[in-house]
């Protein structure tokens, strides 16, 4: 079955980066796109990054363009998130996601909190 994990959130102070990452199986990781979304406390999930299936095509969100970087690994069925000069705004959980035939799929998040 389908099944995404993430990892690589922590505590980082504001201006500090983090680079998450989320291990993809279950599917042809390689014929999907695949996304990062966000949920911060009180507050709905978000779009955060979406990438085509070759890594070809990104987009980021307005607020967070210039900062966060998306990317793959097709042979390692990996998608990462680069997140440079943190916001305290930025304190969320981090969700990985991959839309198969209009149905999402979830991992289980990655808390990422920006405090000094």
């Known amino acids: 079955q389908v099944q995404l994990v993430e990892s690589g959130g922590g505590l980082v102070q504001p201006g500090g980066s983090l680079r998450l990452s989320c291990a993809a199986s279950?599917?042809?990781?390689?014929?999907?796109?695949m996304s990062w979304y966000r949920q911060a406390p009180g507050k709905g999930r978000e779009l955060v990054a979406r990438?085509?299936?070759?890594?070809?095509?990104?987009n980021v969100a307005d607020s967070m363009k210039g900062r966060f970087t998306i990317s793959r690994d097709n042979a390692k069925r990996t998608v990462y998130l680069q997140m440079n000069s943190l916001k305290p705004e930025d304190t969320a959980v981090y969700y990985c996601?991959?839309?198969?035939?209009?149905?999402?799929?979830w991992g289980q998040g990655t808390q990422v909190t920006v405090s000094s």
């Open positions: 990438i085509s299936t070759t890594g070809t095509s990104t």
């Open positions: 279950g599917f042809t990781f390689g014929l999907n796109a």
């Open positions: 996601n991959v839309d198969r035939g209009g149905y999402n799929y």
